[in-house]
């Protein structure tokens, strides 16, 4: 049974910065693309970033290009997100998901096929 935790997640103000991290069980982690999304109350699903086998292969939204950075730890089977310069527009439950290295369309949810349950973040003013 594959399964994907989040952790990290917490109340922070604009500005600062949070590591969240999801840990996975249950399937060959090093391959599969790790990517992370978020889903703010009363809003759709958005992608924020994947990375492949390594960081050197990496996809940021716009929105978050520059602030956020993904990295991974294979042995660990853990994925990472670093995120910096937070804004109040970050506030959001920020989920992990799974999917196969190759292919396109990074940044559609339905391409991913295992996903966390989520962490809330919330950035106040």
């Known amino acids: 049974q594959v399964q994907l935790v989040e952790s990290g997640g917490g109340l922070v103000q604009a500005g600062g910065s949070l590591r969240l991290s999801c840990t996975a069980s249950?399937?060959?982690?090093?391959?599969?693309?790790m990517g992370w999304f978020r889903q703010a109350a009363g809003k759709e699903r958005e992608f924020v970033g994947v990375?492949?086998?390594?960081?050197?292969?990496?996809h940021y939204a716009n929105s978050v290009k520059g602030r956020f950075t993904i990295s991974r730890d294979n042995a660990k089977n853990t994925v990472y997100l670093q995120m910096n310069s937070l804004r109040p527009e970050d506030t959001a439950v920020y989920l992990c998901?799974?999917?196969?290295?190759?292919?396109?369309?990074?940044?559609?949810?339905?391409?991913?096929?295992?996903w966390g349950q989520g962490t809330q973040v919330t950035v106040s003013t």
């Open positions: 998901a799974a999917r196969s290295l190759y292919g396109t369309h990074w940044f559609e949810a339905q391409n991913y096929d295992y």
């Open positions: 249950g399937l060959n982690f090093s391959t599969y693309a």
């Open positions: 990375v492949r086998w390594s960081y050197t292969f990496t």
